[in-house]
Every structure is written in C-alpha cells, then in structure tokens.
C-alpha cells in the first residue's frame, strides 16, 4: 500500500518570505499522481498543484512550485512571496496510475503566517 | 455548475443510529469517494466508485456501506453510528481520462455521535 509522509506537523513564516513544506512517499507503482491541497479554516479542500511523476520538470503555479525527487520519492511545497491568505493546513496526496481511485492524503501541515 | 454538493452540512446522531450521507455532482465524472476526516488529522479513503454500479472499498470501510446507480449521486450509508464515526466527511470527484485529474470535493459533512 502506499504511505504519504508530512513530517512538519506545523510550520510558520513571515509574510513575504519563503517557506517549504516537506512531503515523502512510498509506492511501487511507476507512474502515479502527486497532488498539493490547501485546507483554510472554511474547511473547503482547494487544490494547489499537480505533478505527474512521468514529468521531470517540476510544476509551477504562480508562487507555489514544488521540487520533485522521484528516486527520493520527495515532493516538497514551496511558496514564495507568503501572504496572509496562505494560511491553513497543506495535504500532500498521492494517485497511482494503475489504480486512481485508490488515492493516500497525508496528515497536513499547518501553515502560519506572520504578519 | 453547482461542482460536488453535500447534505447535511451538519448532523448529531445517537449511537445506533443510521444515516444517509448524501452526495451528488453536476460535471459528469465518472470518479467518485468518500472519505473522513478526523480532528487534526488528514483524509483517509473509506469508499470509492470508478463509474455507475461500480463501488470498491477504501482504507476504512467497515462501519459504511455505498451505492452508485447513476453517475450523478453517490451516497453513504451509516449502519448502527458509533462515537468512532465522529468524524467530518468529505465526498469528492475526479473525471479520468488519460490520468487521474485533480479531485473536485464537496463542502463537507461534520457528523456527532454521541
């Protein structure tokens, strides 16, 4: 089975600065789909960012990009440029390509930023 | 588009209880699931349908059981509630084609058992 990893239970950052977030996982699997979800305080699940692991070029959306290590099986948030609304908790989620209804979130982070 | 909607936004029930958790989507994904999402903690996969008719269970199934008749709706059933079933439930939808695209979720359910 496959197990998504978030070792930062919490982390903070001042507005405007940079701040990554850390997510590692496990599969046996080749190809597979590595996802970025933002969790507000409203509840709502909001998607970040998207990764195909048969891309090598790591994927960008505006001030978030993410640094994706296949042979590690790491795939890291970053986000640049922090801003107040960036606040909530971030879930790294994983999506195999043989099985896409299997999918495996991992326990968030929470992000505060500081004005 | 309404995208994923969930009834009822919140709900208390008594141990033994049942319930129907109701989910229905208008952008006609053929993906479907349902997970649960305890205080503090992350998603974790009870039930999911890759199309109409077809259902297969997730990593915390027992306690729950689904259907999926039409593309549309796909509900959860609770049988006999139990305080472990305390918990905010998520129902969420993905259309496949080539590869899994990012997953569309409901507002959420946050469900009391007491």
């Known amino acids: 089975a496959q197990t998504v990893t978030q070792s930062q239970p919490e982390m903070s950052v001042q507005e405007a600065e940079t701040v990554t977030l850390s997510c590692t996982y496990d599969?046996?699997?080749?190809?597979?789909?590595l996802f970025w979800y933002k969790q507000p305080p409203s509840r709502q699940m909001i998607l970040v960012i998207r990764?195909?692991?048969?891309?090598?070029q790591n994927a960008t959306e505006n001030r978030f990009s993410v640094n994706f290590q296949k042979a590690a099986k790491s795939f890291s948030l970053k986000i640049s440029d922090s801003q107040l609304g960036d606040a909530a908790m971030y879930f790294c989620?994983?999506?195999?390509?043989?099985?896409?209804?299997?999918?495996?979130f991992g326990d968030g982070t929470t992000l505060t930023v500081k004005p | 588009n309404a995208g994923v909607t969930q009834t009822p936004k919140f709900r208390i029930l008594k141990i033994g209880q049942s319930m129907t958790l109701q989910c229905t989507q208008d952008m006609n994904h053929n993906y479907m699931y349902w997970y649960r999402q305890d205080p503090g903690m992350g998603l974790k996969l009870i039930y999911y349908s890759v199309g109409a008719g077809i259902t297969d269970k997730g990593e915390v199934p027992n306690g729950y059981n689904v259907s999926r008749s039409t593309t549309e709706d796909f509900p959860l059933r609770l049988e006999l509630a139990a305080p472990s079933q305390t918990s905010v439930y998520f129902c969420a939808s993905s259309y496949r084609t080539s590869g899994p695209l990012e997953q569309y979720f409901g507002p959420g359910t946050r469900l009391t058992v007491t």
């Open positions: 990764q195909e692991a048969y891309k090598q």
């Open positions: 599969t046996s699997e080749s190809d597979y789909y």
């Open positions: 989620a994983y999506l195999g390509d043989t099985n896409a209804g299997k999918s495996t």
